[in-house]
């Protein structure tokens, strides 16, 4: 390791002196592979069962899909239409407020409101918007 040795300054010696343990940054618990039955607050009958796998790529829940399965069934089930397009995420990276100022030139974006759990999903830092798609005449 370049800099080890007998030259090295006192901080830089206590630097390498301390360890990292669970303590400080556990370790992500190990999940089994298992079946869940989600019947979305009694809204579906019956439950959808759905097989979880954390170790697949996708094989979790998704707390965006959940917010946003629940929101369509309680509110939308007898008007979902083709031009409307429902859209929700969990924000993790910067990148996820760029691809909703993309998806604002193609349609139009607008919050969900009258969602009665919305103040819970929000402060999760789960967005759900409803996006109509802008008639743009062709050149």
């Known amino acids: 390791m370049p800099g080890v040795g007998p030259n090295m300054s006192a901080s830089q010696s206590e630097l390498l002196a301390i360890s990292i343990t669970e303590d400080l940054v556990p370790s992500t618990a190990?999940?089994?592979p298992s079946v869940t039955s989600i019947a979305f607050d009694g809204l579906l009958n019956p439950p959808l069962l759905l097989?979880?796998?954390p170790t697949e790529c996708g094989g979790q829940l998704w707390?965006?899909?959940m917010v946003l399965a629940?929101?369509?069934l309680r509110t939308k089930m007898t008007e979902l239409q083709d031009?409307?397009?429902y859209f929700c995420f969990?924000?993790?990276r910067r990148a996820d407020m760029s691809f909703?100022?993309?998806a604002r030139k193609v349609f139009e974006v607008t919050d969900v409101e009258d969602d009665p759990d919305k103040?819970?999903?929000?402060?999760q830092g789960i967005h759900l918007y409803v996006n109509h798609i802008n008639h743009v005449e062709c050149e």
């Not at 103040?119 to 402060?123: A, F, G, M, Q, T």
């Open 51 to 53: 097989q979880d796998d």
């Open 30 to 32: 190990s999940k089994c």
């Open 83 to 85: 031009t409307v397009c």
């Open 70 to 72: 629940t929101y369509l």
């Open 90 to 92: 969990k924000k993790r």
């Open 119 to 123: 103040k819970v999903w929000s402060r």
């Open 63 to 65: 707390p965006g899909g």
């Open 100 to 102: 909703v100022k993309m």
